[in-house]
DNA sequence: GAAAGTTATTTTTATTTTGCAACTAAGTTT
DNA sequence: AAACTTAGTTGCAAAATAAAAATAACTTTC
């Protein structure tokens, strides 16, 4: 049995933290954010924050407030992560963090380097504040996991994309490679892109730019048990 | 700019909720509890209560507590769901509710039965207090998802179960007929199970019993892209 | 107690999906 | 214009899946 106290529970520490991914080169890089307060004041870490109850009207709304006022960025693709709740993965007492995940081609966010904010190959992190190194593992894995049954990938990229890039994507994301055939069997039989008629035009022959139709949110791929 | 009162965030409510599934005959059923207190006092809701700070090492630790505590329960299977989590979902104010769910095999709780506690169709309830109805769909739609690539559903059945009952289980939870034959092609190519010398004595042709080897976790199938 | 009925389990066969390789297309560079 | 490179397509064998049929092991009925 528990008194009235107890039952009401004892203070506990919400937060929202954001793991924002995204695709440079060959490397999936993670942002972070030099704290700008204690505890671990200049340290690299996810940006995050208090929910503000008076102000976010959710969890989510929260993480975009986070990702605008912290980043200065809008998100297209904000998905909820998992919530990270435990009596000590805070030193300031009983804590929780729910995550939120966001992707963004890395042509959004390349005019918004500050000296505060920095990218960091998400596979390849030192020791950071609090469980970020978990978060953001989880993040990585979430993002893995659902690209083998979805088009997320997608998000990585700009609007206009060729197949090739979008493969690329997929790979790059995957760590294996993909065939080329079975690759574009599947993308046309979901019928979630649309080829435009601009062209990427290279040092060899152009391919078409595809781009999302439009009222498709996350396709998901088939599967059978 | 926000001054060191907001940022330190306004005192929110942090609970968690638990979504206890079962399998009833042909039925999904959810477990619902009369309110023991105000608000929605005695109308049938969600286990759920607030996370007590001084004992719950974790969030997981919570909803072992409120299952136990609540229910009478334990269950081998919880999994974190999702974090439900606005200003408007609890008449109290700013709330966020952590909610896991749990798999038990019918076998399990029939002697649980309290006049307090009580199994409701999950696809077919009446309106509940919070957000609970939305919880549990989040949860019966979790269940049916991970259910089309992983062995989750062995987790509704007893510890000893025939083939033919685990074809039923992921039919019924899939609501679509299975073909047999891949189905035990699949089991028994992934080989989580392993045969006992036991059968089920029926009307007809025994049924060998099964069960998941030991150190067996949950089973992902494979899915390629 | 043999035949019929029912469920369990395996085997066979047809259909669909995937993986690989070769081929054509369209540009640039030499 | 020949060689090179990337884009995109096509054909086919192998693998996986689905459907159907066959066989096995019991109980109940007549």
Redesign the pocket.
């Known amino acids: 049995m528990h008194n009235k106290k107890i039952d009401k529970g004892h203070p506990v520490i919400l937060t929202v933290d954001v793991v924002l991914l995204t695709l440079t080169k060959d490397l999936l890089q993670v942002a972070l954010q030099k704290r700008d307060k204690e505890p671990y004041f200049g340290q690299p870490a996810l940006p995050g924050g208090y929910v503000h109850a008076e102000e976010d009207i959710d969890s989510q709304a929260a993480a975009r407030r986070v990702l605008r006022e912290k980043l200065g960025l809008i998100s297209p693709y904000l998905e909820q992560l998992y919530t990270f709740a435990s009596a000590t993965r805070d030193p300031r007492g009983w804590s929780a963090s729910i995550s939120y995940y966001a992707l963004l081609p890395h042509e959004a966010i390349a005019a918004q380097q500050s000296d505060r904010l920095l990218f960091l190959p998400a596979d390849d992190l030192p020791q950071l504040p609090f469980d970020h190194n978990r978060i953001i593992d989880t993040a990585v894995k979430r993002l893995r996991d659902k690209s083998t049954y979805s088009a997320l990938p997608c998000h990585l990229l700009p609007e206009l994309f ?4 979008l493969q690329q994507t997929y790979e790059q994301i995957l760590g294996h ?10 993308i ?2 979901l019928g979630f892109l649309e ?1 435009t008629s601009k ?12 781009r999302i139709k439009p009222a498709n949110k996350l396709i998901l ?2 599967r ?2």
């Open positions: 060729t197949l090739s890039e490679p993909l065939d080329k055939s079975a690759f574009r069997r599947k046309s039989d080829a062209t990427r035009k290279g040092v060899h022959r152009p391919a078409q730019l595809h791929f088939n059978t048990i």
